[in-house]
């Protein structure tokens, strides 16, 4: 029987569909063939670089950005960072030329806007060829709420009533909503205008909905794009990435700051004139397949699977029935207000390092040294800290004129399956630079207030 993390983890080199919801208006199995087939770009679902060098079980090399190199050198060690790929040390895939190492488009992005940083550069060597299971964190929501379930005792009796209190108001307060997604993803059609607006003013409440409509779009634009750009990434065997950090940055002007998509929440007009000066030619399109694609990934992910999404709505439920009805939804809420608390550097530790841990275990019962971003296989891949079955080599890297990547000197590292501490990330810098004055016992619930 399926666990939660194969739940969590999406195939890419086989046919097998994941459980939905009754009463859909298309399977997971038929959207994947759309996808596919039905888009300029389908075939890099499956057959892009990425993924070729991870079956190949090669040698495989990687790059990974940081601020922090006096550190990695001194103590010799690197460790694991929360994110989108959960405990790994996230990368991008460097391809063997003769003249160095290529970075994938993703890494060449990373190279011009972070400047700041140093670039070092890892040789995986795993035992065999890697499974094409990419981890799509949109899916994390059992995971989150399993975590705090199993762990609310690290929290106050005022915590944890705020918090479920919170994210129940929020569901009540977005209910008619998040009806209008499952209408649609069992085949209503809202106009989709209507729609998009719709789902804009959702967002500031039930943030995990900025995070889906992002995806979406992108998605959207990267198998959907025909520019010249594209083409020539295609030619390689790569998602054009530029993309979507063009839509994230122009949609948030604080994205340089922290790339936080609870912020992304463009109404229709905002939409149609973003994608339009990414490439004017898919902004006809944009609001429909919003509309289509959301809808059903938010039924798909939300409810439980033994649910009938006809039949569901989100009106008038407390807290368990709506853990029972949608459980990963109330894990992206739940998680999303902790995230956002005052204590959460306290609570970080305890709440990240379990996941981390059950995703690396999972891994390594999978094969899995070098997991990837699963929503969609752009190039956003991982190291596997805990994997006993691989060998690693890390070099800091030298920069060519040609814009290819040379190993300069090799550092004598220790990857440690621990997550870095909360301050030394992004998320920390920005909204936990300071402690937090003394005060009460947090009461969750006044972030809905």
Request: hydrophobic letters at 40%; one cysteine or more; a negative charge.
């Amino acid at each position: 029987m399926p666990t939660v993390w194969d739940d969590v983890h999406t195939d890419y080199s086989g046919t097998g569909e994941r459980a939905s919801p009754a009463g859909l208006a298309a399977t997971e199995g038929d959207w994947r063939r759309r996808l596919e087939h039905d888009t300029p770009g389908g075939r890099l679902l499956r057959g892009n670089s990425m993924l070729e060098a991870l079956a190949g079980g090669r040698p495989i090399h990687l790059m990974h950005t940081t601020a922090a190199l006096d550190s990695i050198r001194a103590s010799g060690q690197l460790y694991q960072a929360a994110g989108c790929l959960v405990g790994s040390l996230y990368c991008a895939p460097l391809f063997t030329e003769p003249g160095g190492l290529r970075p994938h488009n993703l890494g060449s992005y990373l190279l011009q806007a972070k400047q700041d940083r140093r670039t070092l550069i890892f040789e995986i060597t795993p035992a065999d060829p890697t499974p094409l299971k990419g981890l799509d964190y949109l899916r994390l929501g059992r995971v989150h709420l399993r975590t705090y379930l199993n762990h609310r005792s690290f929290l106050t009796d005022r915590e944890c009533d705020g918090l479920q209190q919170c994210a129940t108001d929020r569901v009540h307060a977005t209910a008619e909503l998040l009806d209008l997604l499952l209408a649609n993803a069992c085949g209503t059609r809202t106009p989709a205008d209507r729609f998009v607006d719709r789902l804009a003013d959702a967002v500031p409440a039930i943030p995990f909905l900025g995070y889906l409509y992002f995806e979406v779009l992108s998605e959207y634009l990267m198998l959907h794009s025909t520019s010249r750009r594209t083409k020539r990434m295609a030619e390689a065997g790569e998602l054009n990435n530029r993309l979507y950090k063009c839509l994230a940055f122009a949609a948030v002007p604080t994205m340089d700051r922290l790339f936080d998509l609870a912020l992304f929440h463009p109404d229709h007009t905002t939409l149609l004139n973003l994608i339009g000066r990414i490439e004017p030619g898919l902004a006809a399109g944009a609001a429909e397949f919003t509309r289509n694609r959301l809808s059903h990934l938010f039924a798909c992910i939300a409810l439980d699977a033994d649910q009938d999404a006809e039949a569901v709505s989100f009106q008038g439920l407390d807290f368990d029935a709506l853990t029972a009805t949608a459980p990963s939804l109330m894990g992206q809420v739940v998680f999303r207000d902790m995230r956002t608390s005052p204590r959460y550097p306290q609570l970080f530790p305890v709440f990240e390092q379990v996941k981390a841990l059950e995703a690396c275990a999972y891994w390594n019962t999978q094969g899995i040294a070098t997991p990837f971003n699963g929503t969609i296989p752009k190039g956003e891949i991982g190291i596997n800290l805990a994997y006993p079955r691989a060998g690693h080599r890390v070099w800091t890297a030298d920069l060519g004129t040609d814009g290819l990547l040379h190993p300069a000197e090799e550092l004598e590292v220790t990857l440690v399956p621990r997550l870095t501490d909360l301050r030394s990330t992004a998320l920390g810098f920005a909204a936990f630079a300071r402690p937090p004055a003394p005060q009460d016992p947090l009461v969750l619930s006044r972030q809905c207030e």
